[in-house]
């Protein structure tokens, strides 16, 4: 936190390590650092708070797949990205095999660039 000093008031840093540690009514903290299972079980509260920049790390993660803690996760990570005013998506991963992988990302930045459904 002694870093980040300058930019964020003291209490400005949430880190939300389980479900216990949601954001409590009212709270604005400048920067909250949330994993994506942490966002799917608490987006209701994390989505009620206004944003004006999401970004998501590891972002490789919001894709298409079959499994559904992994869609719920994905859907609350684009659910976040699409109420903000600026969204930036980082990964250090390449993309993978399919192009498809890449269709929630690219739509969760510009709606509708590669069609309406994927």
């Given at each position: 936190?002694?870093?980040?000093?300058?930019?964020?008031?003291?209490?400005?840093?949430?880190?939300?390590?389980?479900?216990?540690?949601?954001?409590?009514?009212?709270?604005?903290?400048?920067?909250?650092?949330v994993s994506y299972n942490m966002l799917r079980v608490?987006?209701?509260?994390?989505?009620?708070?206004?944003?004006?920049?999401?970004?998501?790390?590891?972002?490789?993660?919001?894709?298409?797949?079959?499994?559904?803690?992994?869609?719920?996760?994905?859907?609350?990570?684009?659910?976040?990205?699409?109420?903000?005013?600026?969204?930036?998506?980082?990964?250090?991963?390449?993309?993978?095999?399919?192009?498809?992988?890449?269709?929630?990302?690219?739509?969760?930045?510009?709606?509708?660039?590669?069609?309406p459904d994927k």
């Amino acid at each position: 936190e002694k870093w980040l000093a300058p930019v964020c008031p003291p209490g400005g840093l949430r880190v939300i390590f389980g479900s216990a540690d949601k954001l409590p009514r009212g709270a604005s903290p400048k920067v909250v650092v949330v994993s994506y299972n942490m966002l799917r079980v608490l987006r209701d509260d994390l989505l009620s708070a206004t944003w004006g920049c999401v970004v998501l790390d590891e972002s490789h993660s919001v894709r298409a797949t079959q499994s559904s803690n992994e869609v719920a996760q994905t859907l609350a990570a684009l659910a976040a990205a699409r109420q903000t005013r600026h969204c930036i998506m980082l990964s250090g991963t390449p993309s993978l095999c399919a192009p498809l992988e890449l269709f929630h990302q690219a739509n969760a930045l510009v709606p509708g660039l590669l069609g309406p459904d994927k």
